[in-house]
């Protein structure tokens, strides 16, 4: 039994007539009474009185087509969702980032809301060395890693270009100098996150080749209040770039170059090589190409090979 059969019997149950319902469904008459015989052996019951001129239903034919005109509907209901779906006015984008990485997705899903109102984003915070696996295992489907992922199965686009910054608070000794060296530093103290990264690590590979202690005098789980409490004046970090572009702009906190410390962090795009990304999955990377492509700045979108 399949649709094309049931649309047929529909056809002539409701005009009474086997000639009339070739005509709706494109068909010579005497193909149209050898797919309603072959639906009759397949249901194992006559549908249509043949004694009768014009076409009365049988028992069987009656319940059939209350359960026909379901199922053609869902059908249309069918098209018409995934029609939406390619327009754009339904479906869920599932997002993966970390606290520093989905400050990018700010400036590109802002851009992504007034293109597609109707997709409804799902930014799931997670540890960047989980979000590889996530992407993989169809938890997410797409991810902001601000390392290169090693997985080969993934695509990796660099979207961001970012810098570690060294901050203090206003009325820091250091506030109003133009550069600072890493020797500087030594009597410092700190405040880090609390999660080990490639970035920490070349930091203090940085600070042990210049023989500079670094102190850690209190680690914090996020960059918010990193820089909450750097700005109360309790010391000093080193944070993304991105992350406190407000904070220097209101000058709650200083940025001073560090001339030994010069660490980019590119932000990338990743999701599955080979995947079948969801319309709202193409048309999210559009936006970001289209931002990386018109806005001044580190954006960019450049895929890596």
Known sequence: MDLFQLETFLSVAQTGSFSAAAKIVHRTQPAVSQL?????????????????????????????????????????????????????????????????????????????????????????????????????????????????????????????????????????????????????????????????????????????RHKTPLNIGVEMPTIEAIKRFVAAGNGVALVPGIAVGPELARGELIAIPVKELKLERKLRIVYRKGGQLSHAGRAFLKVAESVGSTTKGPYSFQPEK
């Open 36 to 208: 309603v015989r072959r639906l009759e052996e397949e249901v194992g019951e006559a549908l249509f009185d043949r004694s009768s001129r014009d076409g009365m239903l049988t028992d069987a034919g009656r319940v059939l087509q209350e359960y026909a005109q379901k199922m053609l509907n869902l059908r249309r209901e069918a098209r018409a969702s995934l029609e939406e779906l390619r327009q754009f006015q339904r479906g869920t984008l599932v997002l993966a980032a970390n606290e520093f990485t989905s400050l990018y997705l700010l400036r590109v899903l802002e851009d992504f809301r007034r293109f597609c109102p109707m997709i409804k984003i799902a930014v799931q915070r997670s540890l960047a060395s989980s979000i590889s696996e996530q992407i993989l295992d169809h938890t997410a489907e797409i991810g902001v890693l601000s390392f290169r992922p090693e997985d080969s199965s993934l695509v990796s686009i660099v979207v961001f270009r970012d810098e570690l910054v060294f901050v203090v608070p206003p009325g820091h000794p250091l506030a109003k100098s133009k550069i600072v060296n890493i020797r500087q530093l030594g009597a410092e103290s700190f405040i880090a996150h609390n999660v080990v990264s490639p970035y920490r690590l070349k930091v203090l590979e940085a600070f042990k």
